[in-house]
């Protein structure tokens, strides 16, 4: 895995209080993973000091995946 | 009770009556302030008045921009926005029948959406400290109306509805959104009255008199305090009785 895989998921651990292998590439913050909307937008929070990045609105809508936001990340950085 | 030692806040419209009593108590209370208004002069008054823990951040809230920049001047002068008082606004009173797009939505750009802007500007802060306190300065108008003040009326209401949906969206941070609305107090705004007008709203006044700037500064104080953690989405009317509502 790679080091921002491994960076975002530390961030979504500890920011849900998930089990590491919940995390998977597919895991929707919502829908597995139990966040609410405003856990989303401190998510992208988040990423955004971890990675010194900005992740726009518009972009930030459609990060819904873990997977997502490490492919994100990775483009972006 | 009510110590708020080690708090920022922001306070905007700090040049005028009611909001310089509100920095001068939450400074009191031992918070560190920011005073922003669009005269520079008075704001420097209130910094000498107050000595330390005081910042000067001039800000014309009717320039957009300018009101984006604000929340960021003020993290830098201060460290972080704990506390933000939303208190400045403009009346531009006309018959709403003559009242012009320019008056409706000048007014309408410093009351509501200046205090939009400034909202979200020290949002990221607070819900990364999981503490905030906003409270936005509305008016017994924004309840009841007013002849001549559409506008006015209509921005002072729109505080109250933003506040609302703000505070149920950030409840579980510990960020609270409350709103204080004054009645008739005595200030500049209201020194415009004249003496027939002043006598009529003094007999719709069952305390009699007009309020002073410093209750409503006291009600601020409040609602920014730890104490109040337990209080969002409230509309606290200090208006001697006025509209009780």
């Known amino acids: 895995m790679s080091d921002v895989a491994d960076r975002v998921k530390k961030i979504v651990v500890e920011h849900l209080g998930v089990e590491e292998d919940k995390v998977t590439e597919n895991a929707s913050f919502i829908d597995d993973l139990g966040a609410d909307s405003l856990d989303t937008v401190e998510l992208v929070m988040a990423f955004e000091e971890e990675f010194g990045i900005e992740i726009p609105d518009d972009a930030a809508e459609n990060i819904q995946t873990f997977g997502d936001a490490v492919k994100f990340i990775k483009e972006a950085s | ?101 320019d008056e409706w939505q000048s007014v309408l750009n410093v009351n509501l959406t200046a205090t939009f802007k400034l909202c979200k500007g020290v949002m990221r802060g607070m819900m990364k400290a999981r503490w905030g306190r906003i409270v936005n300065i509305s008016s017994i108008v924004g309840a009841t109306g007013n002849p001549g003040q559409a506008n006015y009326a209509a921005s002072k209401a729109g505080m109250v509805g933003m506040s609302k949906s703000l505070a149920y969206e950030v409840a579980s941070r510990g960020i609270t959104v409350n709103v204080v609305a004054p009645g008739f107090i005595a200030t500049a705004m209201t020194d415009k009255l004249n003496d027939d007008q002043k006598a009529g709203i003094m007999g719709q006044i069952p305390a009699g008199r007009m309020g002073e700037p410093g209750e409503i500064a006291s009600a601020v104080v409040y609602l920014a305090s730890t104490e109040a953690a337990y209080v969002t989405g409230a509309t606290l009317h200090v208006n001697g009785g006025m509209a009780m509502l």
């Open chain 2, 1 to 101: 009770m009510f110590d708020l030692t080690g708090k920022n806040a922001l306070v905007t419209g700090a040049s005028g009556g009611i909001g310089a009593d509100i920095a001068r108590q939450l400074h009191a209370q031992g918070a560190t302030v920011g005073l922003s208004g669009t005269r520079e002069a008075p704001l420097e008054a209130l910094k000498a008045e107050l000595g330390d823990r005081a910042h000067v951040l001039p800000c014309n809230l009717s320039d957009l921009e300018a009101v984006d920049a604000l929340p960021k001047q003020a993290a830098e002068a201060m460290g972080t926005v704990d506390i933000l008082v939303n208190n400045a606004g403009i009346t531009r009173d006309n018959l709403f029948m003559r009242m012009s797009d």
